[in-house]
């Protein structure tokens, strides 16, 4: 008999990291099927591309650092396929190629690899190809069969599309971020499953609309338009950039959605949900120290 | 009979498996007896008691063969009658050198005298405590602190709770589930001589919702006994952990660094109750106890067994390993959340093993650590409210000023945490390892 004399615990939940990035893998679904839907196949060729460059990135990198490779705990597929939820469809390959790599070698390596980067590394790639490549993602191809090569989005002619539109995705836009109702089975896939809280999709979405509607913006259009709805459901709840507690959670989450509500209004870009979260990403770790738990039988705030 | 109260955090282990208890709860407990038993002089917490026999001596069923020693000491006793025929070290669970007497058993079970003080309703108050430590009484749930040093009242302290816990929130464990079955008259008794010697007006059997035929038996049991009353817990692991229900029976919080006592609540196992009623009503010492048997083993069982049997004797009277034996991965004593694992299968029970779980090879195999991805699920599931991340950080990194500002001397080593963790962080190992060096290191600066 060998006996194992590992300590207490003897017992694990089941939810180990790979099977919450097989989560959001699985929640993610329905955002590449309805962008298939509505752009063709090329939608699905630059989610591909994005996807096995930030896989193969990570596994190359780890490979040359001479770290334990961890491409198997599925994060990095995660953030490849959220990058390419974020492009246009039919974007260049190597854009989205580019893209994928520096998300999880230049923002999610150098800074100690899953866990201890500060923001967010999809989103960071998608800021960092705006800024160098705008004209590509910018201009965004109308869905297929719309006589038009390229199109204005939703929040840079505001009105031309009705609610249903908005919905279920029949508009100009970013792969992932264009089909509403692929995003709300996504979110109640996540709840149910016990991936994430409702908690910070819930307050950014209210947060944005309302502040919003204060600017003079139309609620309902402002939650249904750009990546907003993408953006507070599945990147603003990266666990590793979101604060850990619930109240710096309440605070960050509302907190991002009066800054898309801001960028929205005055920035020169029509959307902002990308430096909103990106934002709200650098002030968590600040949250977590502020809202601490009260510790049982101490006062609040008492140091040992 | 389901209950909302319940304290903040904690979480569900093996929640879709009915806690693992479900093989076990509707085993009667039957008895066995040993062959032969290898009683532990160490069993509580505190020094370890000294031999008072000698290879060859017989000794009767409950004569004393180990002597207390310091403030913590308990006697220990003869668990089966016969001839003592080993005096030295064994393997324990946790010491690889503990002294224990190896005792052969007649099966005349010949008890020596008794001094029993009769009803506890009409004995003498003043007696209670000095026959409960006579009997080497100490906690049954796990702690095993020694029972009547909590009844030790000091200057300007007073106790005006008692609690019976009865949560049983570990894993895998029924045999306080069955006590209070099949014995509750014993533990209303035990309850109520603890409260009378004490001279508390209020005792409360706090049971997790998760056993309503528990609840029932209690209630009826308590019916026309003064002062006691059954209260059902949500069933949420760690319910029975002593702070925890303090909490939630109380409203009161035990200050950092004080004792259930400082908010004037001592809290007793109902089957440490068990064991103060046999010391009271019948003088009996305590021999032993109920310990539940599960796991892949062929007859989950509840057994009453003498202190002292060995587990490989639980193990054949519940028809052996259910597994061939070459897959037995690990033998944990207690449960899954806090027991201890055996380094062999030899090991005698104590007076505080309520539980044995066999594992698979495959499900004993330590997962391993990967980086923390800041989830947060630690901070939920604390119910202390530590921030366990953290908390690791300095742990590992050894730094004992900052891990103690982060409270870690608060930690109560109940798991959640590490349950709990999707990067699979043996969170609860690193804080344990430091709370023992900060422990240690308090002791030297002392001396």
Redesign the interface.
Known sequence: MNLHLSPAPHVHSPQSTRVLMLNVIVALLPCVIAGVWVFGFAALATVLVSTVAAVLGELVWQALTKQKVRVDDLSAAVTGLILGLNLPAGAPWWLAALGGVFAVVIVKGLFGGLGDNFINPALAARAMLLASWPKYLTHWPAPAGVDAVTAATPLASPGSYTTAQLFLGRIPGAIGEVCKLAILIGFVYLVVTKTISWRIPVAMVASAALCGWVLGANPVATALSGGLLFGAVFMATDYVTCPMTVPGQWVYAVGAGLLVAIFRRFSVYPEGVTYAILLANISAPLLDRCFRRRVYGHEKGEKA | MSSNRTFRGG?H??HGSHEGKAPTRGEAVRDYIAQTVTILMGMHLGAPSTPCVQVGDHVKLGQPIGEPVGFLGLPVHASVSGEVVAVGPVQSVTNPSAMAVTIKNDFKDEWVPLNPLGDVETCPADQIVPAIKAAGVCGMGGASFPTHVKFAVKEGQYCDTIILNGAECE?HLTCDHRLMLEDSKRIVDGLRAAMRALGVKKGVIAIEDNKPDAIEAMRKAAQGREGVEVMPLLTKYPQGGE?QLI?VVTGR????K?LPLDVHVIVLNVGTAKAIADAVIDGRPLISRITTVTGHVKKPSNLRVRVGTPVSDLIRECGGYSIP??D?????M?G??????????RVPVAKANNGV?V?S?R?????EE???????RC??A??????P?KLKYLCDAGDMKRA????V??CVVC?SC???????R?L??SF?AMKDKIAAEARKGKG
């Not at chain 2, 919080?253 to 950092?256: F, H, I, L, M, Q």
């Not at chain 2, 899954?336 to 299968?345: Q, R």
């Not at chain 2, 990967?370 to 947060?376: E, H």
């Not at chain 2, 604390?382 to 921030?387: A, M």
Request: proline share 10%; net charge negative.
């Open positions: 979480v282990p093996l894993t702070k909490h919080e035990v200050p950092t004080k034996e070459s037995v991965g690990k033998v944990v207690g899954a959340m806090t027991g201890f694992p055996c380094p062999h299968d779980v594992y090879q499900e004993a195999v330590e997962l990967s980086p923390c991805i800041r989830c947060g901070i939920d604390c119910p202390i409210g530590l921030n991340c103690g500002e982060e409270n001397m608060d798991g590490s349950y709990i963790c999707p990067a699979r043996r609860t190992t344990k």
